[in-house]
């Protein structure tokens, strides 16, 4: 059952006054911040940000054929349990949880529902922290602009087996949306929700600050995953945080395709032992897209574990940057903790920048991290050439073959087989014989 | 084993701990006084009879010391403990480098007497260079290497008497601008060595310098400038031990080092500097076509040692390599790494560091590996192992890696360890004790890198590791 919103409401004067607070703090934490320079270490590589972020704004309500257009396209996910569909941060679709879950007591809002009627639920968590990684002023920004999202709320011992998904799209040149996501995850709950971030058309030039924030409690099983696929003139920030507790399991997917600058932190912190956290990425650079991605992983208690893969693909004359710190506090003993990135150089104008650290106070822990940085095997693509597979075709596989290791863990065979089809989509231009 | 048994062992491995822990009476002839303005700056120039392009490159750095903010937006807080104006910038005994032992002060002998340096030289050394405080107290070198063209001079007498040859080079490898304590450097640098290897000349024996610091406050700049001609070969080896003070010393060093097209150079630094001192130090090589640098580094004393090793590889298949052992014990932070920047086609980098983390000790990894565009062939391996011996011990690691370019491949590998309970257990159920084990453990650990050493420093390294490891345990 699908409902279709024609009326939205702006983010209103009805708003709870820690809300209220939490926005004027938000646009202070803008306005007073410096503009990041690559001097700052969280900056380091990072091309300048010399566009005038006051010239974005937020959008009216889209005409129809947006909005048929994003409702059309909003496939990405197959058979979701419950979806809602944002154009501009207005909301244009949703389909709610089937009943017996609500009955079961979970919740899945839009933020303007989740503010009106569950401001307590919100309260703990929304806007109370940003990332940090560098980005605190767009966050700022973030929070006193933010009227469109979820919030996903899962009480103790439920189990949602089918995906949740969410579409955030971009129509209007020149404007701004500022997604939330919040997931509340209670104790031995489990749950999976999937963000889809892109664009109506491929012209509108848009700035996405994005933020989403999980919480994990106890022995809960949480499943999150964001495709960003805007076009090639946005400019994307996406601030992402975790909390995992005693025995969470935590598995993060980002799956990084468009934008022409799309930056990228994701910081999880582990607070209690027997959590499980891992990270993945991919991402595929082309032309002069910049993928500047940023995390944290920061161990509190012992007995954890958390494992970092971030893939990249450069073609053109692309850059990525990663730069990934793991952080192990005293006392956080028999930590595993293991950060990767993996950059494949598709053409020799591409630039690759690894930093990946690690800040270690404990001794009796296991941590790695490891970066590579190379060009396709030459035995490799031989090896196809001389079966008679095409030049063109063999490098494909070699590249989706590269890609593999992640999408496999996606965990959903019509999401990775979706994913595989964006990638040939990208790559089929890429690639020539 | 019997207890008797047990002191003799221990009597035969014994060090002794005091080595390097004395000091005489300071009484200098020349003496720049506290604090660094244009004065002493002009001062220092006028003491060592300079030319006035050295007294200008002096103060034009001395410009820049001032103008530089101090790098604590990534490195250490500690840094802003460093009071300048309480330091004294330069010293001397007003004397000529001496040529013979004879001529060398009676108390600067017995200082090298304790610290083995004659018997170093009647050994197999070629050369030796030893600094007292700022300048070079003696000395000399064997006939048959003057014979065969090689200069090995200190600083002052090198852009003095050969400046034809120094000076195409000095300063050119790391400007002034650079970083702030390499202008710092540029502005009162005086002793260190400089040295020129004649095309073709390889020298077989190493070539041995001796640094210490002796007076209170005073901070050591000296700078070294090596040059091996086109298919040269040469091994440069210092050593570092200072007697301990109570309040903080500053010693910033610049050492550049030149391979001309196919030269090999290998230079190795043992540090043992006391616990009090910053060291500060900008080392960087240039590899031109096919030659070869290899930084040998090991760290084990200081307050803060910030040194990260370079390689500029300028040339098509130059190689650069850094070895490095970094051992901090508790009020310690060594914070060392490598600098490789790809200039060149099919050039080659290897970077290996190992430290180790005592007690409260904090050892850190910093790096960077830069391919730029345009590039083809080039490969870099950095490899970074920290053991950690203490629960409370800590370790860093920050590589910085950018990649562009053709069939470049690059691979960082890091990982964190602590010594096994199984190890230890093994080595006790043996009959050894758990302070014995440990160092066995340790040393076998570095074991692969300080076989990388010539063999008197990989023993006097092992005891001085041994030394370090002492109480840690239990």
Same mark, same amino acid.
Request: with cysteine.
């Given at each position: ?45 990072? $091309? ?23 409702? $059309? ?24 949880? =089937? ?31 940003? /990332? ?10 973030? +929070? ?24 955030? !799209? ?88 468009? +934008? ?12 209690? @032992? ?8 991919? $991402? ?19 007995? @954890? ?66 970066? /590579? ?40 065979? $019509? ?19 | ?51 006035? !392009? ?16 101090? =790098? ?28 013979? !032992? ?8 017995? /200082? ?160 043992? !500097? ?201």
């Amino acid at each position: 059952m699908n409902t279709t919103v024609n009326t939205h409401t702006t983010a209103n004067a009805l708003e709870p006054q820690w809300l209220l607070d939490r926005r004027n703090s938000g646009n202070e934490t803008y306005s007073n911040l410096p503009v990041p320079s690559a001097k700052d270490e969280n900056w380091r590589f990072a $091309s300048v940000l010399s566009e005038d972020i006051d010239a974005f704004k937020s959008a009216p309500m889209p005409e129809d054929h947006a909005i048929d257009y994003a409702l $059309s396209n909003s496939k990405l996910v197959e058979d979701p349990i419950a979806e809602l569909i944002f154009v501009d941060d207005h909301l244009v679709q949703s389909k709610p949880l =089937p009943k017996e879950l609500i009955d079961k007591g979970v919740r899945f809002l839009s933020l303007n529902e989740a503010i009106e009627d569950h401001s307590h639920l919100l309260e703990p968590y929304f806007l109370k922290d940003s /990332t940090r990684l560098g980005s605190q002023k767009y966050f700022g920004l973030h +929070a006193s602009n933010v009227k469109a999202g979820a919030v996903l709320y899962v009480p103790k011992g439920v189990e949602i087996n089918e995906p949740i998904a969410v579409y955030h !799209w971009s129509n209007t040149d020149k404007g701004l949306i500022c997604p939330h996501t919040l997931i509340i995850a209670e104790a031995q709950s489990k749950v999976s929700l999937i963000d889809v971030l892109a664009s109506t058309t491929e012209e509108n030039r848009c700035l996405n600050i994005s933020a989403s924030n999980i919480q994990g409690h106890p022995s809960a099983n949480i499943y999150r995953k964001v495709i960003q696929n805007f076009n090639s003139k946005t400019l994307s920030f996406q601030l992402d945080s975790a909390i995992a507790d005693r025995d969470t399991q935590l598995e993060n997917i980002a799956i990084n395709l468009g +934008a022409a600058k799309a930056r990228y932190e994701n910081q999880i912190k582990i607070n209690g @032992s027997g959590a499980h956290v891992t990270m993945y990425s991919l $991402s595929v650079a082309e032309e002069t897209q910049e993928f500047d991605q940023r995390t944290f992983q920061t161990h509190n208690a012992p007995n @954890s574990v958390s494992d970092l893969l971030y893939k990249n693909a450069l073609f053109d004359t692309s850059r990525t940057i990663f730069s990934g710190l793991i952080q192990v506090e005293e006392g956080a003993q028999q930590t595993d903790a293991y950060q990767t990135n993996r950059n494949l150089l598709l053409d020799q104008r591409a630039d690759a920048n690894a930093l990946p650290g690690l800040e270690i106070l404990a001794n009796d822990v296991k941590c790695s991290h490891g970066a /590579t940085t190379g060009n396709i095997d030459e035995d490799e693509l031989f090896y196809m050439l001389s079966r008679g597979i095409p030049h063109r075709v063999a490098m494909q596989l070699i590249v989706l073959g590269f890609f593999e290791e992640i999408i496999e863990k996606l965990g959903s065979d $019509s999401l990775a087989e979706n994913i595989r089809k964006l990638l040939e989509e990208k790559f089929a231009s890429k690639i020539k014989s | 084993m019997s207890e008797s048994i047990i002191n003799e062992q221990e009597e035969a491995i014994k060090v002794d701990y005091e080595k390097g822990n004395f000091s005489f009476p300071e009484d200098y002839t020349y003496d720049a006084g506290t604090g660094l303005n244009e004065e002493t700056v002009a001062y220092i120039s006028k003491v060592k009879n300079e030319a006035e !392009w050295v007294k200008e490159f002096r103060l034009k750095a001395l410009e820049i010391f001032n103008k530089k903010p101090m =790098p604590t937006h990534w490195a250490s807080k500690d840094l802003e403990n460093i009071v300048f104006d309480n330091i004294r910038y330069y010293l001397s005994k007003g004397q000529k480098p001496s040529r013979t !032992w004879d001529e060398v002060p009676d108390d600067v002998k017995e /200082t090298f007497e304790r610290l083995g340096i004659p018997e170093q030289e009647r050994k197999f050394l070629a050369g030796v260079e030893a600094q007292f405080d700022s300048e070079a107290a003696y000395s000399r070198m064997k006939e048959d290497l003057e014979k065969e063209g090689v200069i090995f001079v200190g600083s002052t007498e090198g852009l003095e008497k050969y400046p034809e040859i120094f000076r195409p080079y000095f300063g050119k490898v790391i400007p002034s601008a650079d970083n702030k304590f390499s202008a710092l450097n540029s502005a009162v640098f005086s002793g260190g060595s400089f040295i020129y290897v004649p095309k073709g000349v390889k020298l077989k024996q190493p070539l041995q310098a001796y640094f210490r610091i002796n007076a209170e406050n005073f901070g050591q700049f000296e700078r070294t400038l090596i040059i091996a001609d086109e298919g040269s070969e040469i091994t440069y080896m210092e050593g570092c031990t200072a007697p301990k003070f109570e309040t903080a010393t500053l010693h910033s060093a610049v050492v550049e080092l030149v391979a001309l097209k196919n030269a090999k150079i290998q230079y190795i630094t043992v540090q043992n !500097w006391s616990n009090n001192v910053f060291n500060l130090v900008t080392k960087r090589a240039h590899a031109e076509e096919n030659a070869e640098v290899k930084w040998i580094d090991c760290n084990i004393g200081s307050r803060l040692t910030m040194k990260y090793p370079g390689v500029v590889l300028k040339g098509r298949k130059a190689r650069g390599e850094v070895l490095s052992i970094a051992l901090a014990n508790d009020g310690q932070h060594q914070d060392t790494g490598a600098k490789m920047i790809h200039l060149a086609d099919e050039t080659s980098s290897n970077i290996i560091s190992k430290s180790i983390s005592i007690g409260k000790g904090r050892s850190t990894y910093r790096g960077q590996v830069h391919m730029p565009k345009h590039l083809k062939n080039c490969k870099n391996n950095t490899e970074c192992d920290a053991l950690l011996i203490n629960t409370n011990s800590r370790t860093d690691t920050y590589p910085a890696i950018t990649t562009r370019g053709e069939g470049n491949t690059v691979q960082h590998e890091a990982s964190v360890s602590k010594v096994s309970a199984e190890q230890i257990f093994y080595m006790m159920q043996r009959g050894l004790s758990e302070g014995e084990a440990m160092s066995l453990a340790v040393n076998g650990f570095v074991n692969d890198l300080l076989k990388a050493f010539p063999m008197e420093y990989s023993v006097e390294l092992k005891r001085l590791i041994d030394m370090e490891m002492e109480g840690s345990v239990g």
